[in-house]
């Protein structure tokens, strides 16, 4: 089913600090995550996909990690910054179907 | 990345009036686009998938007769409220995707409705 959350978790973190944001996918015949960050105010930004036939994709200072197995997938955020601060939704698909978002992760980071 | 511009960023109007947000990718042409509406800390919920030149699907529980969507051209896609009522106020995000099998999506910065 689609997730719909009625408040955020929240985590906070110090300047600095890597922080890893965890969600759970819904779907086990999902090939396509993206990890969005949003801040307050405005659309969701692209910020790393990886595609199921992977278990690790790393950017600049992100790094996602997928685990089919328990449908579980992380984005780990190296050295923090204050910029950083924002929502971070995790989003799946399956083929041409349309992207399922999850609930969205609110992480703080303080100077 | 690709842009995408929806219009106006914030809008407040009375109940029973209508309300119109434009959505237009800027750099590429948009075969499908995308309306989302989000309440305040919630997720992303799809309202309707629109391609060009075609009628929008609208989601389960989304009233296609008071969310009237209009993908005319593959730039531009309008999403109008029908008679706002206070309920519908939330934050309305497009997002648009070249081809029809393209995996990403762009999103537009999205558009704050208050109706009172």
């Known amino acids: 089913g689609e997730s719909v959350g009625l408040h955020l978790p929240t985590l906070s973190v110090q300047e600095g600090d890597n922080s890893i944001i965890n969600c759970a996918y819904s779907n086990s015949a999902s090939d396509y995550f993206i990890w969005y960050k949003q801040e307050s105010g405005k659309g969701p930004q692209f910020i790393i996909d990886i595609r199921s036939n992977m278990d690790k994709r790393q950017g600049q200072r992100v790094t996602v990690l997928l685990n089919k197995t328990v449908k579980h997938l992380s984005l780990q955020i190296a050295a923090t910054q204050p910029g950083d601060s924002a929502v971070y939704f995790c989003?799946?698909?399956?083929?041409?179907?349309?992207?399922?978002f999850g609930t969205g992760t609110r992480l703080l980071v303080s100077p | 990345g690709a842009v995408v511009s929806q219009h106006p960023s914030r809008v407040i109007c009375k109940s029973g009036t209508s309300v119109k947000i434009e959505c237009r990718s800027l750099d590429f042409q948009a075969t499908t686009m995308f309306w989302y509406r989000q309440f305040p800390k919630q997720s992303l919920m799809l309202m309707a998938t629109s391609n060009e030149g075609s009628k929008a699907t609208y989601e389960q529980g989304v009233e296609k007769d008071k969310f009237l969507i209009n993908h005319a051209s593959l730039t531009l896609s309008t999403l109008t409220v029908t008679s706002a009522h206070p309920e519908d106020s939330s934050f309305y995000i497009c997002?648009?995707?070249?081809?029809?099998?393209?995996?990403?999506?762009?999103f537009g910065q999205g558009t704050r409705l208050t109706v009172v």
């Open positions: 989003a799946e698909k399956f083929g041409f179907q349309k992207l399922v």
């Open positions: 997002s648009a995707r070249e081809t029809t099998v393209s995996t990403e999506a762009f």
